[in-house]
């Protein structure tokens, strides 16, 4: 029963670390479902051997009983720690936030005031998110890289007014631009959802 209380635990264990810790590079609806199944699963498994170790314990006098106790404890914490860390990063604050409908999948690109940006690449039930820095001059971006994923044309970027044609007003989007300044052809074209900017 010792063997299998332990398994268990390790196994749902390790397997809600995995999928906590990859939260922040990717999300998708088969994960949250599984998160969720695995946190349920394991309070019953806490429940199931807090009740084990104190029958334990009053019968050995030992504080080693609550070994399988601590180790639960122990994934917990660690378990907790990955998804503050993870949810400290998307909560910096933001300067720029920027977003491409593509009908079944869109991208954005949310800038932090602290020169970081994060890349959301999402599709109908899943988001693949990718880190990196920024500067920024004016209404000037350059981003650390050209292309990620599949999308290309990132390295300088360039905010400007374009007329909205579902609506009388015009609305500031973000365009990609070679070193000459000249507009990319064929180029994603971000509309401004967030702007911090003094």
Known sequence: ???????????????????????????????????????????????????????????????????????????????????????????????????YDGDFNGVGIDFKKNGTYIFDNSSIGSSNYTYGTYQISGDSITLDRNKIGNVSGLKHLVIKPKSNPDSSKTDMYLFSINEKGDMLAHSLVFRITVDNRE
């Open 1 to 99: 029963m010792k063997a299998i209380r332990f398994i268990s635990i390790l196994i749902v264990g390790l397997l809600l670390i995995n999928i906590t810790y990859n939260s922040q590079f990717e999300v998708s609806l088969a994960d949250g479902l599984s998160w969720f199944v695995l946190i349920f699963i394991g309070i019953c498994l806490l429940i199931w051997t807090l009740v084990t170790d104190i029958k334990r314990y009053r019968f050995e006098k030992k504080v080693s009983s609550f070994g399988f106790t601590v180790l639960c404890l122990l994934i917990i914490a660690i378990v907790s720690l990955l998804e503050v860390k993870i949810q400290r990063v998307f909560n910096q604050t933001t300067l720029l936030k920027v977003f």
